[in-house]
């Protein structure tokens, strides 16, 4: 590879020489059938799972051939086949995703381990506190290895921690620590060896600190003038390969024409390998292509209750809770998580006596570590799970973040895997909880592809969306206002049922204006229009803001010539703006005044209710309305 770099042949590449005995070491003492999570420099993880090289060569060269279809590069793919799932660029999240690996062996009672990879620069990361205090909690069988290389690209360690040694911190989340010479192969894959056959049997974590040494840069381009060269001189004499072949001879295991006959041998595969990916063409672009890869296949077809059913009049909050039991009486399958969801029954208390009917082990209560909960969810889902997890407000979705954005979203599109994954969103103001309990944040996510975003105005809708949001293999965002739990209330089938994601529903028929609206907002708009019955309006439901119904709102507009776009949200980079663009791209020749917009203001939002008051999009409805009506 460094012969390929050199040659122009090939654009980037992260070495992993002088480190390759912690790679092979663990690949090898590790069932083949159990996960392993690696990093930038883990080529042997990849080669000692016997992945054709051919296949890694078109990975690295962007060939349609290899994991991504040339739509990520490096080691960030992930193939169920040889049960490995590689990183991010953010170094931190897969640790959470191993979790939710282990999790799911341990629900199926499977005796297996899950070894993860990091470096000694991540372990500063709030995902490495996260991962490993949810794994000590839950007691899983996760081996963590660090690589402690002494830098995290150019910063050395003394500049990343101030522990005399890493594996010092197994002491803090009640684990085994384990200091072991990464460089040295046999004591590497005897340790892990031991360790993994013990945690099969004993379900709980350990960190393992490996001390190594790369002899290249953090990727080539990254150079080593940085490093003194004493170090480089002191670790040469430490080079596992070199040390393991002098062992070998000198225990007459193998000798110089052996070895000479392996080289021979490699390189003649190496070279073919090779040159029979860069012969491969290269890839053509198609539009429709990448954007169906963006999703898991999935019908999305409703699952009718019969109009002959019985209904039962429930509140929006008991929709959503009898929503979610159904789905767990249907998918065994199904885990759901979240901070006192268990035994207290959330903060809402939409899943109280769910520990009583399902257990503790799909019941699950979580340390506060959003992060590492969304990455759990999602190793859930690689390992065959279903999973939703409670946001307990919507508002601290920001601690999950980087998991949602770029790891569940872009799953199905860099190499094909499903994330399976429902995170409910109590969402919304009107309760005066004041700036970090009443966001409108779902224009967050409705811009992030891969992510779908569901929005339930109605119980019925409520209960509906969520199961169709759980049937999906995609993760879904799924919005649910606050306000509305216990102020509304309307019949609902009993039985199970689901609505089909990305269907709008025109709630009122008329002809002067459509009110395009989601969430607490059709109430304002459908409270509005019984105040003013002179106004004969349709008001449009959009219930799934990702995908949207643009049929239903371009035929609502054709047949009005008016619009007014409602939602609580700020209006600035609100999800409105995408509407109002949407129908002047395509309805242009059939408006009759400007699209109009009423959103809350662009500020954060107020606690007192009169600040709350004039802050929400209520308080301009008719203001906006009355304008447009007399454009």
Partial sequence: MLILLRQGRIG?????IGQEAIAVGTTLAMLPDEYILPMHRNLGVFTSRNIPLSRLMAQWQGKISGFTKGRDRSFHF?????????????????????????LADVLRNKQKATLVFTGEGATSEGDFHEALNVAAVWDLPVIFIIENNAYGLSTPTNEQYRCKNLVDRAIGYGMQGFRIDGNNI??????????????????????IECMTFRMRGHEEASGTKYVPQELFTKWEKKDPLTNFEKYLISENIINENI?????????????????????EDDIVADIDIEVDDMYAAH??????????????????????SDGLRQSMQKFPELVIMGQDIAEYGGAFKIT?????????GRVRNTPICESAIVGAALGLSINGYKAVMEMQFADFVTCGFNQIINNLAKNHYRWAEKADVVIRMPTGAGTGAGPFHSQSNEAWFTKTPGLKVVYPAFPSDAKGLL????????????????????????????????????????????NQLSIITYGLGVHWAMEYLDEHPEISADLVDLRSLQPWDKNCVENSVKKTGRVLILHEDTLTGGFGGEI???????????????VKRCASLDTAIPMNKALEDNFLAKSRLHDQINSLIHY
Avoid at 259 to 277: H, L, P, S
Avoid at 299 to 320: F, H, Q, V, W
Avoid at 485 to 508: H, M, N
Wanted: proline share 5%; glycine share 6%; net charge negative.
């Fill in 12 to 16: 980037k590449w992260f070495s992993g």
């Fill in 78 to 102: 992930g193939t169920k086949e040889y049960n490995i799932v590689g990183m991010i660029s953010h170094l931190g999240p897969q640790l959470a995703l191993a979790d939710g690996i282990a």
């Fill in 186 to 207: 046999l004591e590497v894959f005897h340790t892990i060896s031991n360790i993994a056959e013990d945690i099969r049997q004993k379900p709980r974590p350990v960190l």
């Fill in 259 to 279: 070895i000479a006959g392996i080289r021979t041998e490699f390189k003649t595969e190496i070279d073919a390998e090779i040159e029979k990916v860069f012969a």
């Fill in 299 to 320: 019908t999305g077809e409703p699952i009718k209750a019969s109009d002959t059913l019985a209904k039962t009049d429930i509140r929006y909050i008991d929709a959503i």
């Fill in 352 to 360: 109280k006596g769910f520990v009583e009917e399902f257990g503790k």
């Fill in 467 to 510: 199961t169709a949001a759980i049937e999906d293999p995609n993760p879904v965002i799924y919005f649910e206002h606050k306000y509305l739990y216990r102020a509304i209330s309307e019949p609902v089938f009993d039985d199970y049922y689901t609505f089909e994601i990305g269907k709008a529903r025109l709630v009122k028929a008329g």
């Fill in 580 to 594: 109002s663009a949407h129908i002047a791209e395509h309805c242009f020749e059939f408006l009759d005044a400007p």
